[in-house]
């Protein structure tokens, strides 16, 4: 992972990065798939901390350049490269219109107009990160123990924070509650 993730409008446009604020914590997780294991299941891939937010992708790219960090790879500036279409979509994955040395120009100016469009740039402090295929396994019975429900996973809003220690908890993801 990087030093300082960001979360921008790439993917969800307008319905998720701009409410952020300063302070918030995100908690990121896979779709429900198999992953190989015996049933569908939930991967819980970071928990990240609000630090700064940027009206630009171009604003953050100077942020990033200042601390002397690289550029993440979904920060649309001119010659930062996005990362291979088989690290989003898996190693053995191809999508139509993308190169075989896994660029995907299609893809790559459909993020470049979305930018554009909404150029909300959040970046972040990571607090836990595990973006290989073995993150710590959600069930659909650990989100109801905790929540009570099963809270939506793709947009769900704000949900009270002082779940997520209990949460992390019972996947054994440690971070320190200070840090939240």
Same mark, same amino acid.
């Given at each position: 992972?990087?030093e300082f993730?960001?979360?921008?409008?790439?993917?969800?446009?307008?319905?998720?990065?701009?409410?952020?604020?300063?302070?918030?914590?995100v908690?990121?997780m896979?779709?429900k798939?198999l992953?190989g294991g015996?049933?569908?299941q939930?991967?819980?891939?970071?928990?990240?901390?609000?630090?700064?937010?940027?009206?630009?992708?171009?604003?953050?790219?100077l942020?990033?350049?200042?601390?002397?960090?690289?550029l993440?790879?979904?920060?649309? +500036?001119r010659?930062? $490269?996005?990362e291979?279409v088989?690290?989003?979509?898996? &190693?053995?994955a @191809?999508?139509? =219109?993308?190169?075989s040395?896994?660029?995907?120009?299609?893809?790559?100016?459909?993020y470049?107009?979305?930018?554009?469009?909404h150029?909300?740039?959040?970046?972040?402090?990571p607090?836990f990160v595990?973006?290989?295929w073995?993150?710590? +396994?959600?069930?659909? $019975?650990?989100?109801l123990?905790?929540f009570?429900?099963? &809270?939506?996973? @793709?947009?769900? =809003?704000?949900?009270?924070?002082?779940?997520?220690t209990?949460?992390?908890k019972?996947?054994?993801?440690?971070?320190?509650?200070?840090s939240?």
């Amino acid at each position: 992972g990087h030093e300082f993730p960001s979360i921008t409008c790439l993917c969800r446009g307008r319905n998720f990065t701009p409410r952020l604020t300063a302070g918030d914590i995100v908690v990121y997780m896979t779709k429900k798939h198999l992953y190989g294991g015996p049933t569908k299941q939930w991967r819980l891939t970071a928990v990240l901390k609000v630090q700064q937010l940027f009206d630009s992708h171009k604003d953050a790219a100077l942020w990033y350049q200042r601390k002397g960090c690289t550029l993440p790879s979904n920060c649309m +500036v001119r010659g930062n $490269k996005p990362e291979p279409v088989a690290r989003s979509l898996g &190693p053995r994955a @191809r999508h139509k =219109g993308c190169a075989s040395d896994g660029g995907c120009g299609k893809w790559d100016s459909e993020y470049a107009e979305r930018a554009r469009l909404h150029g909300r740039f959040v970046v972040c402090a990571p607090l836990f990160v595990d973006l290989s295929w073995d993150a710590p +396994v959600v069930h659909e $019975k650990d989100l109801l123990a905790v929540f009570r429900r099963l &809270p939506g996973t @793709r947009n769900p =809003g704000a949900l009270d924070i002082s779940l997520l220690t209990p949460l992390l908890k019972r996947v054994g993801v440690d971070v320190p509650p200070s840090s939240l």
